[in-house]
């Protein structure tokens, strides 16, 4: 089982960035594919980006085309969400989240190892 930890969520105003962190300890995430998800009050948990273990393949949610970057850095065990032009409807609790596999998924039911999650609120 690997560890994961989410940082970087906070107040922002609409129109700017944030980049969420995730730092991932107890195995090393290099043959982890890895994802964000987010879950807004009241709404179901959705699929932001998802990048697999060597950061090659890759896939978004429609929410975050063209607006987020889902990085990583093996080296240093991290998972990284660049946020630009941030919305309202952005305002969620971000989640981490690692599979030890190759493929790539959008859906949460294939992931199971799970950050507690990051608060990022976005103000109009």
């Known amino acids: 089982q690997v560890q994961l930890v989410e940082s970087g969520g906070e107040l922002v105003q609409a129109g700017g960035s944030l980049r969420l962190s995730c730092a991932a300890s107890g195995r090393p995430i290099s043959t982890y594919g890895m994802a964000w998800f987010r879950q807004a009050p009241g709404r179901d948990r959705e699929f932001v980006a998802a990048l697999g273990y060597n950061g090659r393949t890759y896939t978004y949610g429609d929410s975050g085309k063209g607006r987020f970057t889902i990085s990583r850095d093996n080296a240093k065990n991290m998972l990284y969400l660049q946020m630009n032009d941030l919305k309202p409807e952005d305002t969620a609790v971000y989640y981490c989240?690692?599979?030890?596999?190759?493929?790539?998924?959008?859906?949460?039911?294939?992931?199971?190892?799970w950050g507690q999650g990051t608060q990022v609120t976005v103000s109009s």
């Open positions: 989240a690692a599979r030890e596999d190759k493929g790539v998924y959008s859906t949460e039911d294939r992931y199971d190892n």
